[in-house]
Structure formats: C-alpha cells, structure tokens
C-alpha cells in the first residue's frame, strides 16, 4: 500500500529558500521544482526549522486573489491565513503551505464568474456545480509531495476542512491531528460559513 501511497504522489525537490521577513514575524520562503525540473508556483513559508519534525504545526492554504490580497470579506481566506502565520510563529518551528489553487480549483477568471452567481442568490457550492465544476477540485499530491522534499514526519493540520486531512493521508502523510483555525464570522460572509458547514463537511 506505502509503494502505491508514493507512486501517485509527484516528487519534488526544493529549488530556493530565501529569509522572509513579514508583518507576523521572520519567517523563510521555498521554492520547488518537479522532477522533470520545472519551476513550481506553489511555495512553502517555514518559521524555524522543520526538517525531521513530527507533529509540526502546518498550514495547507489554498490560494485566494480575491481574500488574500485585496481583503474581500466574502470570505474567511485571508483571516485562516494571518491566524496560521501568527500561530505558526507563536508554536515554531510551524509551516504554510501555499498553494495555487484558486477558488477550490477552478481558477480566477470562473471564480468571479461564480461570484456573479452567488450574487444572483446561488450559494458557493451551487454556484461551482452550476458552472460545471465539482464542489471542489483541489488536489493534495503536489502538497504530500512537498511535505516529502522538506524531510517532515507528520503534520498537526490547521483546517476546518475535513477534506484536506484524508487528501493528505491518502497521499501517504501522517496527520497527526487536526486543529480547526476559526474566525469570527461577518455579516459578509455568514451565508459562505454556514453553506461550507452544511453542504461541505467543515467543523465551524
């Protein structure tokens, strides 16, 4: 079963690592490659050292243009992210990973046009599945796969997302536990919250 685990998890191999000091605190970005050699667009920021770690503190956060950097509140992407930046500062060494995986997996140009359809009054995940899509389209290998390259043993994840934890452990990660990562809820983004609980699985 391990060899199967590993065959459908992508090698790669850390490509740069550089100091990155931030508004939460000193923290270190790095890059990867595939093993056909190609630059990754997915990163890792490290706070302290985490190669032979078990039960490290980690964050998988899927990319969000829209929460991210220009602060939508339709959304809690932006406050999972600064909360698991502050923590993993706090319980060093901690690790997040960042991965470009806009709106679950379709893409900015659809998760605008999903917004769209959110505004005519479809929830998030009617409005994927009315566009064609899958409730959500993430893939975890990649993450396993550089979980791997960073010499990590196990992981203490911080999602509220079920999804995430057997995506990862069906790539051969040992999650240890998971720790939900909650902020408190805006009028903005109630409606979001409570269709991610109820149709999705999340522990809010």
Do not use: W
Request: charged share 30%; hydrophobic share 40%; net charge negative.
């Amino acid at each position: 079963m391990a060899s199967e685990v590993l065959s459908i998890a992508p090698a790669v191999r850390v490509y740069a690592r550089a100091k990155l000091p931030t508004r939460h605190g000193q923290l270190e970005i790095v890059s990867f490659t595939n093993a056909e050699g190609h630059r990754l667009d997915d990163v890792a920021v490290i706070s302290g050292e985490v190669a032979g770690r078990r039960d490290l503190p980690t964050r998988l956060h899927s990319e969000c243009l829209t929460g991210d950097v220009f602060g939508s509140l339709r959304c809690d992407c932006r406050d999972q992210l600064e909360l698991a930046l502050d923590r993993i500062i706090a319980e060093r060494p901690g690790l997040v990973l960042y991965m470009r995986q806009e709106g679950r997996g379709i893409g900015i140009a659809e998760k605008v046009r999903a917004y769209e359809l959110q505004d005519e009054g479809y929830d998030t995940l009617e409005a994927n599945l009315h566009l064609g899509f899958d409730g959500d389209l993430r893939r975890y290998d990649q993450a396993a796969a550089m979980l791997r390259a960073l010499e990590i043993e196990s992981i203490v994840l911080f999602t509220n997302n079920p999804a995430k934890v057997e995506g990862l452990q069906a790539c051969g990660i040992e999650v240890s536990r998971r720790e939900p990562i909650i902020s408190p809820p805006r009028d903005e983004n109630a409606v979001y919250l409570s269709t991610k609980k109820a149709k999705m699985g999340h522990k809010l």
